[in-house]
């Protein structure tokens, strides 16, 4: 018969119990920038997320309405066309 090391016993028991935790990890931000095409929610929750600012007013042009949103904290802004989808990328 074989003698088992009360320290590989722990060691274990101790695997055992810690594949059964319940701890849910916080979910990660998602780490992708802003590009040209993005609708509005993907921005959102892109890596920027809510912007800090946004100018509201739906400026109107011959392409048709435009919205920005402002981020300063990245030194930059992102318009939106008609579709909801970004038109532009500014420093």
Same mark, same amino acid.
């Given at each position: 018969?074989?003698?088992? $090391?009360?320290?590989?016993?722990? !060691?274990?028991? !101790?695997?055992?119990? %810690?594949?059964?935790?319940?701890?849910? %990890?916080? @979910?990660?931000? @998602? %780490?992708? *920038? @802003?590009?040209?095409?993005?609708?509005?929610?993907?921005?959102? $929750?892109?890596?920027?997320?809510?912007?800090?600012?946004? $100018? +509201?007013? *739906?400026?109107?042009? +011959?392409?048709? *309405?435009?919205?920005?949103? !402002?981020?300063?904290?990245?030194? +930059?802004?992102?318009? !939106? $066309?008609?579709?909801?989808?970004?038109?532009?990328?500014?420093?």
């Amino acid at each position: 018969m074989r003698h088992i $090391n009360v320290a590989t016993i722990a !060691f274990v028991i !101790f695997i055992s119990l %810690s594949a059964c935790s319940t701890v849910e %990890s916080a @979910p990660r931000a @998602p %780490s992708y *920038k @802003p590009r040209i095409g993005m609708t509005m929610s993907e921005v959102e $929750n892109s890596g920027w997320g809510a912007p800090d600012e946004y $100018n +509201r007013t *739906k400026l109107t042009t +011959r392409y048709g *309405k435009t919205e920005c949103w !402002f981020y300063p904290r990245y030194n +930059r802004s992102l318009c !939106f $066309n008609d579709f909801d989808r970004v038109v532009t990328i500014s420093e």
